[in-house]
């Protein structure tokens, strides 16, 4: 109940009570007139003093009478005061309908009282109001403070001068397996394994150490895999600058770190590639150069080697040329309508010396009449002639390499096979021929190569061509090599048109 | 001075070639292979003066080769001269550990190799 509805009971109550009193006062009163009458009349007084005792009594009576109803009247006005001022939101009631002066002051009392708290509870209502508004502002500066640490890709983690956590995001509570949302004033050691991860330590080293910025290189088991982090630990100042939290953000920087070691991986490669050839070129111009080379035959000889090694080291500055430039999307591209069986016939007379070197027969299909797809005609033919001449190095002399070209209608795309009857590819190996330099162990007594053709062909059909590659093996039977690329569609059609 | 004899692993036949020459014309004997296995075999059978070997070969390359020169008594004391094609040369440790005598980068002359193969047979009969 409101405090202002129990005063306004309290006062009925006392009306009430008042009006008890003036009826047993009353009652009182007459009962002693009573008792003075019949006093009076066995007494010896005379008429004039019966008389004047009468009168009194009379007027006592009186007096009692309109006392009681006097206290009738106010205790029933003061009641219904009370009772109106109960009501909820009640207004103070008009002194007109009340005729007591008593109510009249009580009612003045409470309106100025009431006056006095209006002015408090309007300035209250202010403050109040003022409060509301920067609570909602602090509100809003907090979730939008939570958005942006949750939206922040890299891990999080913010504590505060007692090592508990403040703060985390998704990934901090991904990457070291705890629940960011709920996990507010844990202790940081709680949250993360201490023997897994030695960011506590740094954390607790940043604070005590007040240093502002500390970046560390972490490498954090996640999922089963190691991951390399760029750390920053920074520490923070309130106002009298002391430290108040630690900021600790992980940035994961596995893939550049793969990105360097593969870039460190492919330079040794290109550097071991390039000084292979230019090693014969040096060492044979040397020769030259002394006066080694005694006779004719054997000069003939070293230009010779100095001229292949020349090719040879051209041949690998230009695939790996052009490797970077498709891997960099700054690769011409020339497409035009192409033919596949043209391209395949056009590419086997370029290796026929070589092929009819190792004594492999070529079997080559009836060309097809809608074979054409939509290509550059110098890249596929580079494709073509790849895979040619890696079916001829790997398959031993006398043996067959055998041409397929479908085209398949309802797929809309033109389907090239290769198939020797070559040494083959062990299975676990088969994923990783098409890496960079990447060469089969096996194989590598077989033929020479720099183990960047195959991949050079996978960048061309899928890359440049948005073709497919495929292959299959098994050693000692042979390997078929292919691409599926789209066929010629009505606008590469509409185009030979307008040429 | 009897004809020394050198063992010329490489997978590049070219190298080789020139190598034998330019030795073979300075009176050395010369064995080559093209690979770690092979030469294992040939220094095992021929024991060579000095190995003159690339580093990255297929089948077993030059590391695996001296590891496995070191682990025989008939081998283990023959000077090994290592040709390196690649950017980084061998770590200091391992060079003393498998006591590689020198290293070569590619690309090499082959009158500095002669020199040094010279040098080196020059210290090892001067210390025996």
Known sequence: MKPERNLYNR???????????????????????????I???????????????????????????????????????????????????????DRKHYSHTLTGRILTAIDKHLHGYD??????????????????????????????????RDAVIVTDQSDKLLIANETAGRLFNFDY?????????????????????????????????????????????????????????????NVCGVVAILHDITREKQAARMKNDFVSHVSHELKTPLASISAYAEMLVDGEANNEEMRKEFYSVIQSQARRLNRLIEDILNISRIE???????????????VIREQMQMIKGYTDEKNIKIIVPEPILYDQIYGDKDMISQVVVNLLS??????????????????????KLARVSITDTGVGIPEEEIGSIFRKFYRVKANQNVAKGTGLGLNLVKQIIEKVHNGRIFVRSKVGVGSTFGFELPLAGARAAEEKIKV | MLNRKVLVVDDEIHIVHVVAIKLRSNG????????????LEKACEQLPDIVVTDLQMPVMDGLQLV????????????????????????????????????????????????????DILYQKAVSN
């Not at chain 1, 009681?68 to 005061?81: D, R």
């Not at chain 1, 500390?214 to 100042?237: A, Q, R």
């Not at chain 2, 391992?94 to 020199?115: A, H, R, T």
């Open chain 1, 328 to 342: 960099s999307g700054l690769v011409k591209v020339d497409k035009k309508l192409v033919s596949l069986a043209m």
């Open chain 1, 39 to 93: 006093l009076w009349q066995d007494s010896g007084f005379g008429g004039g003093w019966r008389l004047a005792i009468f009168i009194c009594c009379l007027a006592s009576a009186m007096s009692a009478i309109w006392l009681v109803w006097y206290w009738y009247k106010l205790s029933k006005e003061i009641t219904s005061v009370a009772e109106q001022l109960c009501q909820p939101k009640a207004a103070l009631p």
């Open chain 1, 181 to 241: 949302r709920h996990s507010q004033y844990k202790n940081i050691e709680q949250l993360l394994d201490k023997n897994k991860f030695n960011l506590t330590d740094l954390l607790q080293k940043s604070r005590k150490s007040r240093t502002r910025h500390t970046k560390y290189e972490l490498e954090i088991g996640c999922n089963g895999e190691i991951k390399t982090f760029d750390c920053v630990v920074s520490c923070i100042f309130d106002e009298s600058q």
């Open chain 2, 67 to 118: 590891a496995k020169l070191r682990e025989s008594d008939k081998t283990k004391d023959i000077p090994v001269i290592m040709l390196t094609g690649r950017s980084f040369t061998i770590e200091k440790e391992q060079k003393e550990q498998l006591q590689i005598s020198d290293c070569l980068g590619k690309p090499f002359s082959p009158k500095e190799l002669l020199k040094k193969i010279e």
């Open chain 1, 11 to 37: 006062q009925g109550r006392l009306a009430r009570f008042c009006s008890f009193i003036g009826v047993v006062l009353a009652a009182e009163i007459g009962l002693l007139l009573l008792a003075a009458l």
């Open chain 2, 28 to 39: 050395f004997e010369v064995i080559t292979a093209s690979n770690g296995q092979e030469a």
């Open chain 1, 390 to 411: 890696n079916a001829v190095k790997y398959t031993p002399d006398g043996g067959t390499v055998t041409i397929g070209i479908e085209v398949d209608e309802s797929e």
């Open chain 1, 119 to 152: 002015e408090s509870v309007s300035e209250l209502n202010e403050q109040i109001k003022e409060l509301k508004i920067q609570l909602r502002v602090l509100k809003r500066q907090r979730l939008n403070m939570e958005s942006i640490i949750y939206g922040i």
